[in-house]
């Protein structure tokens, strides 16, 4: 079964919202459209401990923290698409 994660949104070019769930060690980032800014497509990344997930949140730069520390280890984090970009409702 997929947790339900908490995300917190963050300052960043690339990703929306972080969020991590300790009793799964599962990474949940929503990514950003970098055309709309808005947000798209949640992803959940396994084997995450919560040491990872502080220094990431903490990275000055999520996108590039992202990109050197989580993106290429797709064997140590393996990812699944959660859902797709939320849907936009007209006010």
């Keep these: 079964t997929t947790p339900t994660i908490a995300l917190q949104e963050v300052e960043s070019s690339q990703i929306h919202s972080i969020g991590h ?4 060690n599962t990474l949940a980032i929503r990514f950003r459209d970098r055309r709309t800014n808005a947000p ?4 959940h990344y396994s084997n995450f401990t ?20 989580i993106k290429p280890y797709d064997k140590k984090h393996p ?10 409702t007209e006010a």
């Excluded at 769930?21 to 799964?24: G, L, P, Q």
């Design 21 to 24: 769930d300790a009793d799964s």
């Design 40 to 43: 798209t497509s949640l992803y």
């Design 50 to 69: 919560a040491e990872d997930f502080a220094a990431f949140a903490q990275a000055e730069s999520k996108g590039s923290h992202f990109g050197k520390h």
């Design 79 to 88: 990812y699944t698409k959660v859902e797709g970009a939320p849907v936009k």
